[in-house]
């Protein structure tokens, strides 16, 4: 039996990082008073969903060459793209937001 350790160092890898993202954007959503500190949680917690994909695709593409098996991927697989994507909508909000109130500050 050739099994590594590293394939449970690497599941338990991704566990936390989709924890620290989940956790990440709860904080972001009770942040929305501090809108630069919020806009900082945002980039952050897409860099984790990234990492997250690329700690994902690494080892599987890496095991490709040792099998012959396919990768399939279903469409949990997509969660995180999608996530990425509203993260970006979020941030454009977010951006808006700090444009008015600084225009607001500029008036008064």
């Known amino acids: 039996m050739t099994e ?5 160092f690497i599941t338990y890898l991704l566990l936390i990082l989709i924890a620290a993202a989940i956790l990440v954007s709860l904080i972001t959503i009770v942040k929305y008073r501090n809108r ?11 860099l984790l969903l990234l990492g997250f994909y690329s700690i994902l695709f ?3 593409n890496k095991a490709k060459v040792h099998f012959t ?3 399939s991927f279903e469409i949990p697989v997509l969660f995180p793209v999608i996530c990425v994507i509203l993260i970006f909508h ?6 808006k937001d700090i444009i008015l109130f600084r225009s607001y500050d500029r008036i008064s």
């Open 4 to 8: 590594e350790p590293g394939w449970f």
């Open 36 to 46: 630069i500190q919020q806009f900082r949680l945002c980039i952050f917690n897409i």
């Open 58 to 60: 690494y080892p599987l």
């Open 69 to 71: 098996a396919t990768n």
């Open 90 to 95: 979020a941030i454009s909000g977010i951006s």
